[in-house]
Structure formats: structure tokens, C-alpha cells
């Protein structure tokens, strides 16, 4: 596992984050240092995503910063210019996988069935992300469908539909690196400039993956 992923393991929670405005960038990365979470997953979901990495890998280099929802190589190459020490999608794009190698940049893509993890491991990653986690069955259906790839060590990151309530569920297989989800950095807290409420959301998160 590169660098970046081995210290996200550790932490065990991956805060994705959809950041609407530039202004937002260094209130948010301080709220989840406040909470002792020092990682960020900035989704390209936005067009403030790329302009925010930057001023954030320059601001506040303490923070692991990633890039999110990575569609193609052209993203990969925006991310690694911006600063991401990794990155993520929401599935599995051999080009991405590529542009991501050739980059040097930590990269996991997104499965949901076997055929996914088939497609993912052949192409020598070993870790993915396991999305939408929770609709696609939770924690039981992730061990299913890991199981005939357990010889080769595949970790995964679920997100989608997980919660505080649910870290514990999750964490407590082995073949979790760390969870991930929208839940502790919500658009409507960055809006309103509730910076405490994310700091809390990430302290409890923190707590939580390490019970
Ligand atoms: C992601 O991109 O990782 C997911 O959309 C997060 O899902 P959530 O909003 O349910 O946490």
C-alpha cells in the first residue's frame, strides 16, 4: 500500500468532501484538523475542487489531501498539479487507472461487484473503493464479494450511506483500509459557515474508528 493509503488506514476515516467555494477551503481544513482528522477527499463534483487542493496543499500541508470522483486522466492530471497525494473514484476506468500510474499518484478505483474486483485486480490494484457501500448490501455483501480475492490481499474503502453509527460495522472486518462518506463535512454546514459542527462531526468520527 503507497504512503498516502498506509496513513489513511491508520486514521480509518476519509471525510469526502463537496466544497462549493474557495472561501471555504481553509476554515474546512482547520475544522477537521481541530478534530483530529488530518485527511481530505475534495470530490471533483465541484468546480472549485482543483483551485481548492491548491491553496490547500499550500495553506495547510499538514492535511493528506485527495482528489475525489476521478473520471478520467484529465482529473488525474489536475489532481497531481494541485497537490493530491491520492485519489479516488467511484469505479473503475482503466485510463484513469493508467493516467494515475503514470502519475505516481496512489489511486483507487471504484468496485461494486465481483466482476469489478476481477476487472480492478488484474489491473493490479489492490485497493478499492467499495461504493455505494450501503445500498450495494453493507458490510455482509463487501465480504461476499471480497472473498474469492482474499488470496491477493485487497483492501477496500466503503462509502456511500456510511455513518458514525456504522464505522464500528465496517472496521471490524479486515479487509476495511478505512471508511469514507459525505456525513461529517455536509454542504449545508459549510454554507452556513458551522465550522464547530464539522470539527465535532470529524472528533466523533476519529473516536469512533478508533473504539
Ligand atoms: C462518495 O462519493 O464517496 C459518496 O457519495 C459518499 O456517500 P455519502 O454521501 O452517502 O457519504
Redesign the pocket.
Known sequence: MSDAFAEIAKIGVVP?IAIESIDHAVPLADALLEGGLGVA?I?FRTEAAADVMALLSDKRPELLLGA??VLNPDQVKRAVSAGAAFA?A?GFDPAVVEAAEAASLPFAPGIMTPSDISLATARGCRLM?F??A?PAGGPSMLKNISAPFAHLQAKFIP????TLDTIADWLSLPEIAAV????IAKAEDMRAGDWQAIAAKARAAVARARE
Request: overall charge neutral.
Open positions: 469526502v477527499e470530490t475525489g470522483t479516488l467511484p473503493k461504493f455505494p450501503t462509502t456511500g450511506g456510511v469514507g462518506g459525505t456525513w
